[in-house]
C-alpha cells in the first residue's frame, strides 16, 4: 500500500529529563517509561508515552519511503531551556 500521508510525534528524552528537574512549570514527571507535562501552571498536563521518545521505532512502525519533516515548538523550548529561559507556558 502507498502511504501518502503519515503523523508520527517524536520527543527527544533528554529534552524532557531537564522538565523533569524543574521546579517551574511548564515541567515534567516521570510517568513508567514516558512523561506527564505540565502546563498551564499546572493546571493542566498530556501523558506522553514511551513509544513517543524512540525514534527507529516510531519510523519503522510507518514504513515511509520518504520522510518531510518540520521543527516544532519543542525544538524551539528545548534552545530556551538550555538558554535558562523558558518561561510559562
Do not use: C
Amino acid at each position: 500500500m502507498r502511504i501518502i500521508d503519515s503523523h508520527y510525534h517524536w520527543y527527544p528524552r533528554a529534552h524532557f529529563e531537564k522538565l523533569a528537574a524543574r521546579a517551574d512549570y511548564p515541567r515534567a514527571v516521570r510517568d513508567g517509561e514516558g512523561y506527564r507535562y505540565y502546563f498551564n501552571n499546572g493546571r493542566s498536563y498530556v501523558p506522553l508515552p514511551a513509544v513517543w521518545f524512540d525514534l527507529d521505532a516510531g519510523l519503522a512502525s510507518e514504513s515511509l519511503d520518504t520522510v518531510l519533516s518540520n521543527r516544532s515548538d519543542v525544538e524551539r523550548a528545548a534552545a530556551q531551556l538550555a538558554a535558562g529561559r523558558l518561561g510559562s507556558w
